[in-house]
């Protein structure tokens, strides 16, 4: 049976990143980079496309686990009936690609046996596995080699590299596996123990520098720790989600690459960063989306690759069974040829929040909105695929519209400030747009027999992303319209006291199937209720989705309330953006100094 996605823990260096299970099996792990083709995929198949597992072999054996604070090291206890061991696992920050796991003796005797497979090119290619000596072995693919050093000799045994020991109390065994190109010498060992340090000093420098965020500051900080590991820091691309294909349902098809980074999800983890104080990390996605976006506003995209790739062909491999049977596993992701009006308000409103928090204002990010502004002015009337990136034809998304007054409405604030009158000038006919924008959604977007904005023009379906409109001061939170479209979303999407992003199994979004509650759907709707003023309902859908976090603090992007059980990729960007944002919005609620009114003021964008 397969290891439910809770139950994995994330390794990460802030290039590439690891999940480990409760029993000590390193089922994901995909080297130099989060995108490279994994050398480990148990996850979406079985032990034969490659795992590591160290584990004891008492089958009784009993495990649990902390991360160190503040840090992704992880700490698993082993309990046998001859004694107890810790595995501590952890991906160096200084060594670029490098998983090390140091077993621990704790109290009497422990016997553990490792297992590993490695299989590079997703689980395809069995390499060339060569014993350097007893305890140094190599195995080579192609361009790829990873070398393996233990402490403990080694047998090869069906394609698999095995190896048994025995830990005592106050013993320290160390296991390192590192990746590097086949072509290049085997690099010198390096010293595990010392890795560890540093490892743990960097995590704990970053995470030290997370702000008081009352009765949820553990919790903020361990999705800021999740949201840095997510970050690829060679360029500043932040990464939705460190896995493919987990899927939306269960032996279903609803499988997605999750590995790139979408302007939408990295533009939120952005303001976090900023609403935070992380200045360093919000500098250097801004960075990399103005490398990224190029010059012509017609071939932006909605996402790219770790260095701003533009071409992430979609394709499938038929030699992995899936997770749980959910086929097909998907590499790439052809929604990036997409066309999706929104992801240009939620970039303006990033830039927009960037220079109100002191970020430098950069010449080239004012060129360039000056080309995609007029590019939009052209566009914001046609139809796209949302928010939600729907495999069928184009619509008109409500949503969509909001974001693209979103694009006019920031721009417009910004330059209406300017001290040069052709960028006043500018800013005026920005907002025009804006208006008209407005004026078009609020005809054609609510539905007034239903006293609610709809997901599309001229449709009566309900979309969670219509929690937008108050949460980007589109309409007050108090505005008839907007109260109707919230009591509408709660009583149609809401699904055991958590929403739906909308009706899948009614939709036409060119996918069968269904899906789970969708996580940061649930954070929106907190985020309304602190602007309704209605703060006990607000912590309670917080504190029930914070709950729903695994026993690491760790959410994926869906939840199946009526199997109690995490859907979809792992651990999600998105979901840990809802974390710190609400958490943000409750803390400034509560906290005594302020008023209502500048609670509201300084709400955070969900």
């Known amino acids: 049976m397969a290891v439910l996605i809770e139950d994995y823990a994330l390794l990460g260096n802030c290039r ?12 994901w792990l995909c080297f130099p980079r ?14 034969d496309n490659g795992r590591w597992k160290i584990a004891p072999t008492d089958c009784n054996a009993t495990s649990r686990r902390r991360y160190r604070d503040g840090t992704l090291i992880l700490e698993t206890t082993f309990t046998t009936d001859t004694g107890s061991a810790l595995l501590v696992d952890f991906m160096p920050m200084a060594e670029d690609s ?43 693919a192609g361009p790829e080699m990873l070398v393996l050093r233990t402490p403990s000799e080694l047998h090869p045994m069906d394609h698999h590299t095995e190896s048994r020991f025995t830990v005592e ?37 970053f995470s030290d520098r997370c702000p008081d965020v009352g009765p949820w500051t553990d919790q903020v900080k361990r999705s800021l720790v999740t949201l840095k590991a997510m970050t690829y820091a060679p360029t500043g691309g932040i990464v939705a989600a460190v896995t493919t294909s987990l899927p939306e349902q269960l032996g279903g098809e609803r499988n997605w690459d999750y590995r790139f980074c979408w302007l939408r999800d990295a533009t939120m983890t952005l303001l976090a960063f900023m609403n935070l104080g992380y200045y360093e990390e919000a500098t250097a996605w801004r960075n990399w989306l103005l490398r990224s976006v190029a010059g012509n506003p017609e071939q932006v995209q909605i996402m790219y690759g770790l260095g701003g790739e533009r071409r992430l062909p979609e394709y499938q491999l038929p030699w992995l069974s899936g997770y749980e049977h959910s086929r097909p596993v998907r590499i790439g992701n052809a929604a990036a040829t997409q066309m999706q009006l929104d992801v240009y308000g939620e970039v303006a409103d990033a830039m927009t929040q960037a220079l109100k928090s002191g970020l430098p204002r950069l010449p080239r990010s004012t060129e360039i909105q000056k080309v995609i502004m007029p590019f939009l002015e052209k566009v914001w009337h046609l139809p796209d695929a949302g928010i939600w990136e729907i495999r069928s034809e184009p619509r008109h998304f409500t949503h969509s519209k909001v974001m693209a007054w979103v694009s006019f409405d920031r721009n417009a604030g910004v330059l209406a400030q300017s001290d040069n009158p052709e960028d006043r000038e500018r800013g005026r006919h920005y907002r025009q747009i804006a208006d008209e924008i407005h004026a078009d959604v609020c ?18 379906a309900l979309d969670a992303s219509l929690l937008q409109i108050a949460l980007t001061g589109f309409l007050p939170v108090d505005d008839p319209r907007v109260t109707g479209t919230v009591a509408q979303i709660e009583q149609t999407l809401m699904q055991d006291g958590l929403l739906l992003r909308y009706d899948s199994e009614r939709s036409t979004d060119g996918v069968s199937g269904s899906e789970g509650t969708f996580l940061v759907c649930s954070f929106w709707l907190a985020d309304v209720y602190v602007l309704q003023g209605r703060d006990e309902e607000a912590c ?13 603090g760790l ?13 979809g990729n792992f651990p999600q960007a998105f979901s840990h953006i809802g974390i710190i944002n609400t958490a943000l919005n409750l803390h400034r609620v509560i906290c005594p100094v302020k008023t209502r009114a500048t609670a509201e003021s300084d709400a955070v964008v969900g």
Not at 16 to 27: E, K
Not at 104 to 117: P, Q, T
Not at 191 to 204: I, V
């Open 98 to 140: 490098s998983v090390v796991r140091i077993v621990i003796g704790l109290e009497g005797r422990v016997d553990f046996a490792m297992d590993l497979a490695i299989r590079f090119d997703y689980g395809s290619t069995v390499p060339w596995v060569e014993k350097r000596e007893p305890h140094t072995m190599t195995a080579v």
């Open 34 to 47: 989060f995108d490279a083709p994994a050398c480990f995929s148990a996850l979406l198949g079985d032990s």
């Open 443 to 460: 005809a054609h977007g609510y539905d007034a027999d239903l006293g609610s904005f709809v997901q599309t023009y001229g449709g009566k």
């Open 169 to 205: 109390a106050g013993q320290r065994l160390g296991f390192g596996l590192s990746w590097q190109a086949s072509h290049e010498p085997v690099r010198e060992a390096f010293d595990l123990e010392a890795a560890l340090a540093q490892t743990e000093g960097f995590w704990r420098e």
């Open 16 to 27: 590439t990143a690891a999940l480990v299970a409760r029993d000590g099996s390193l089922d």
């Open 540 to 552: 309670e859908l917080f504190d029930r989705l914070c709950g729903l976090c695994n026993d690491l």
């Open 555 to 567: 959410l994926a992007e869906q939840y199946d309330p009526r199997e109690g059980r995490m859907l």
